[in-house]
C-alpha cells in the first residue's frame, strides 16, 4: 500500500512492524488523511501473519503535536459530526495485536491521546506529554479526559487539561502513564526490546491478555468517550474556537470572549 503522510516497515524485525508518522514539517500534526492511513496500516498489520507486535513512532522532534488545528480551524460543530473522524480512532482501537508508541519530543493533544490508545508507552528523555487544546479554544476529543484521568489520576489530569500545561517524560512515568524513559538516542531500541520480548509469547494469549487489560481498563469508557465527543463537537459552536485556532495560525495570542 502506498502511504503519504506514514512510512511503514511490516518487517522492522523478525515479528515487529514499525509505523513511522512522517509529516516532520508540521511536528507530526494529525490530519485526516494520516490518521485514515495509520488506521488501514493497523489493519493490514493485524491480518499479517509474520507480525506479532507493532511499534508507532516519530521522530526525535515530534511524536505528533496533536490534531491538525489548520484543518481543524474552520470547521463547525456539524461538519466534524459529518466527518466522524473518531470512527478512524475507535478503529485504532481495535487493533487487536500489542502496539507500543515510542515517543520522543512533543506528543500533545490528539498526540498524546494517539499514544495513550496505544498499548504500552516507551519514551525518549525529552519527550513531553500535554493536551493543550484549552489554550485554542477547545478540549480533548480523541480520549484525553477520559484515558489520561484513568491512567494518571484526576488531580494532575484535571491540571493538565485544564492549564494546557506540558509534563516531562520523568513526571509521566512517575505518574504512571508510560512504561519507561530511556536516552533520546536510544529510545526506538528501548521499544523494540519490550517488542520482541512480547514477541517471544504465544500471540493467541497475547491477543488474550490484551483484550483482558483492556476490559478492566474501559469498563464504563465507552460511555465517556461519547460523552467527550459531544462536548468537543460543542466547543466548535464557540467564538472562542474559531479565534484560538485563528490565533495560532497566525502565531499570536487568542483573545477569548466566552462566546
Ligand atoms: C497544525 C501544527 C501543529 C498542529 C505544530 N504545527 N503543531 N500545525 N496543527 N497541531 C506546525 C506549526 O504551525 C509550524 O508550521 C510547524 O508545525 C512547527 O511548529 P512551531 O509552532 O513553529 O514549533 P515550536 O515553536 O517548536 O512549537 C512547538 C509546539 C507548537 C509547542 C508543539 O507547535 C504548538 O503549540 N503546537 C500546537 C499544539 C496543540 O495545540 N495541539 C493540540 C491540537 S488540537 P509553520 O508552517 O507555521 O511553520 C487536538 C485535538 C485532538 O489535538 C482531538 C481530535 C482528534
Redesign the pocket.
Known sequence: MNYEFIIVEPQFQTYVALIRLNRP???N???LQL?LELKNALVSLDENENVRCIIITGNE??F?????????ESKSAIDLLKID??ET?DQIRKTKKPIIAAVCG?A??????LAMTCDMIVAGESA?F????I??G?????G?TQRLTRAIGKALAMEMVLT?K?ISAYEALKSGLINRVVPDDVYLDEALKLANEISQMSPVSVRLAKESVLRAFESGLQEGLYFERKN?YMCFASEDQKEG?KA??E?RKPDFKGK
Open positions: 514539517k508540521e511536528l500534526a494529525l490530519n490518521m522532534q515530534a505528533a503535536a496533536g490534531a491538525d488545528i489548520k484543518q481543524m473522524q473518531f480512532w512533543f500533545l493533544g490528539g498526540g498524546c491521546e513531553k500535554g493536551q493543550p487544546e489554550k485554542i477547545v478540549m480533548p476529543g480523541a484525553g494546557g506540558f468537543f485556532m495560532f495560525v502565531k
